[in-house]
């Protein structure tokens, strides 16, 4: 899978937290990784925690070679007590073990839809038996950069969507229904991106946008019932539509049909493009 670089650092930022809590956890000393491309077959290691020497930043890694390629060819952890003598793997890269005292280690690909992303290593300075709990805990570490990973890759993918539709919307190709629903879309990626910077960009844009949004709703001189105004409110405030229906004393099926109301007076198909149409139409702060 191709990543572009905004998506690749933000992966980087992941892995590199990752490795400072396998480094920390009882028994380990250390953490390093990277990145897998080439469809799972080349890792390089570009990331280190609390290793003494540089010798294993860069090196590039292939399926079979050494502990990490081991587990990127049989796509699953891989342990071994000592890493130098050890006869399950190969040993390109006992140099640069042996400088930085590297004893037992345990490898283990991250995996994102059936594709190795990343491999993380968690290695200690003193030989020991990798335990059931050590490995478990790691996996819940290793699992936990997947996910990290994958909310990487939809947000990326949102990305390009909303640049395709902007660049239509510039051309003049989008409709009203579709400008709301393109803001919707940039509010959701705003709302799942960990990244301050990328956040308040989409926030921008979101303004730009909303522009053509705001026109067309303001022209429509929506006007909402006592009711109606009054779920909108609550919706907008985070409540779920059995929450609204206990604080407005009504029944749920009567808040569906007020928000139905609303979102055909405002042209939205959605909760998300209802509060954003809402406030264009200055219907909510």
Known sequence: MTT???????????????????????GLAMG????????????????????RCELFRGVVIRPGVGLGGVA????????????????????????????????SAIALPIMVKGDIRAMIYGATRGETTFGDRTIATVSVIARRLAHDIEVEDEVQRRLRRVADEQAES???????????????EIIAIASVAQDPALRDRLHALSKRVSGGVADT???TS?????????????????????EIAERLCILPTTVKTHLRNTMRKLGSRNRVETLAAARHAGLLP
């Open 32 to 51: 390093l990784g990277g990145l897998v491309t080439q469809a799972g077959n080349r890792l390089v290691l570009s990331e280190l925690y609390n290793l």
């Open 72 to 103: 990127m060819q049989h796509r699953r952890p891989v342990s071994v007590d000592d890493y130098v003598t050890s006869p399950s793997i190969t040993h390109q890269f006992d140099r640069a073990a042996q400088a930085d005292r590297v004893r």
């Open 4 to 26: 572009d670089v905004s998506a690749a650092d933000a992966i980087t930022g992941h892995l590199r937290r990752t490795l400072r809590d396998v480094a920390q956890l009882d």
């Open 170 to 184: 510039e051309r003049g190709a989008l409709s009203p229904a579709e400008l709301a629903e393109l803001n919707a």
């Open 217 to 219: 709703v303001s022209r």
């Open 222 to 242: 929506v006007r909402l019932s006592r009711r109606e105004s009054d779920v909108l409110t609550q919706l907008a405030a985070g409540y779920t539509n059995a």
